[in-house]
């Protein structure tokens, strides 16, 4: 979504990576009106199946995402001054693997969920809805059980 290649958030906001390594919010990727649009297309499989192949994520967008992620680290360090972690829901493809590189490259602590579930695995049916591939509420409490007895994050 930080690359603007979301297909279900067109008009979410924009970022530009800055020389220094930082961000600055720029406003919403798409106006309104282009945003719809998009979303119109989005639904159909063929038209998405194109987008898919024309829009990879590239370099710059990894290294925006991460320093987005850096910059909110930094912002509920001031805010809160408590822990903060990535929980990243392993993927296995070879974006995933530069994403979670370039987090820990900045110094963010990330935890897996395949190192908290056993037997995690992308798409595992009593984990992951089929459809939409979000956590089944049994996965989310394996989760929160597992952070919990591994003490993460570590709460004072």
Known sequence: RVAGAARWGFQGPCY?????GTVRYTGPFHRKGL?????????SHVLS?????????????LDRHAA????????????????FMV?????GDAG????????????????EVSELVPGYVPG???????????????????????LIAAGLPPFD
């Open 35 to 43: 945003a719809a649009v998009l979303h119109l297309a989005a639904r």
């Open 49 to 61: 199946e194109i987008h898919d192949r024309v829009r990879r994520v590239t370099e710059r967008d």
């Open 124 to 146: 595992r049916a009593d984990l992951m809805r089929p459809l939409d591939r979000h956590p089944t509420p049994a996965c989310m409490r394996q989760v929160a059980d597992a």
């Open 68 to 83: 987005v992620v850096a910059a909110l680290q930094a912002e509920f360090q001031q805010q809160f001054n408590g822990p």
């Open 87 to 91: 929980l990243a829901w392993d993927t």
């Open 16 to 20: 530009r990576l800055q020389p220094d």
């Open 96 to 111: 995933y693997v530069e994403m979670v590189a370039r987090l820990r490259g900045r110094g963010l602590r990330v935890v």
